[in-house]
């Protein structure tokens, strides 16, 4: 989804505090989506944002520049996860941003009534369609984790819209 489609552009929010909520299937372009917007930002934005204002599960399970994808601590890192994105919000961070799949509403329910708790705008940002066959493919082709195309239709079937 192209910045200039939402309505009004993140880009020209005047909102003093705004929680984005990413949702997509892997290799959707969510990370795509969000380098976009980050360098869309003034640079003391940007580097606030890459900074304190980036909160992925993925990020947990980074070992020396390699993705190693653990089942086992997968709860563990969504719980540290939101731990971030609360601190985040607490510290008062102009923009911050969940990249998280985010398929069905109780995945990030926590991160959106945090957010409006501590008085932020919330934007869901939905890249693609979940339940389109082609977008499956197609994600399934791009992702960096190495998701096979049936987990990502498992994870599809799990889609629910806003």
Same mark, same amino acid.
């Given at each position: &989804?192209?910045?200039?489609?939402?309505?009004?552009?993140?880009?020209? $929010? $005047?909102?003093?505090?705004?929680?984005?909520? &990413? #949702?997509?299937?892997?290799?959707?372009?969510?990370?795509?989506?969000?380098?976009?917007?980050?360098?869309?930002?003034?640079?003391?934005?940007?580097? !606030?944002?890459?900074?304190?204002?980036?909160?992925? $599960?993925?990020?947990?399970?980074?070992?020396?520049?390699?993705?190693?994808?653990?089942?086992?601590?997968?709860?563990?890192?969504?719980?540290?996860? *939101?731990?971030?994105?609360?601190?985040?919000?607490?510290?008062?961070?102009?923009?911050?941003?969940?990249?998280? $799949?985010?398929? !069905?509403?109780?995945?990030?329910?926590?991160?959106?009534?945090?957010? #409006? !708790? *501590?008085?932020?705008?919330?934007?869901?940002? *939905?890249?693609?369609?979940?339940?389109?066959?082609?977008?499956?493919?197609?994600?399934?082709?791009?992702? #960096?984790?190495?998701?096979? *195309?049936?987990?990502?239709? #498992?994870?599809?079937?799990?889609?629910?819209?806003?």
């Amino acid at each position: &989804m192209p910045l200039s489609a939402i309505s009004p552009p993140l880009a020209a $929010t $005047t909102a003093p505090r705004l929680a984005i909520i &990413m #949702r997509g299937l892997p290799g959707s372009g969510k990370s795509h989506w969000i380098e976009q917007f980050i360098e869309s930002q003034p640079p003391h934005v940007a580097t !606030a944002i890459r900074r304190n204002g980036l909160c992925s $599960t993925d990020s947990f399970f980074m070992r020396d520049g390699v993705y190693r994808f653990e089942r086992s601590k997968l709860a563990e890192y969504h719980q540290r996860n *939101l731990t971030q994105f609360i601190w985040a919000l607490a510290k008062q961070q102009a923009i911050v941003i969940c990249d998280n $799949t985010n398929l !069905a509403a109780w995945e990030y329910m926590a991160y959106d009534a945090a957010a #409006r !708790a *501590l008085g932020y705008q919330v934007r869901c940002v *939905l890249i693609g369609e979940p339940n389109d066959s082609a977008h499956q493919i197609l994600c399934a082709n791009r992702n #960096r984790h190495g998701v096979s *195309l049936g987990d990502i239709q #498992r994870m599809a079937r799990q889609f629910q819209a806003d």
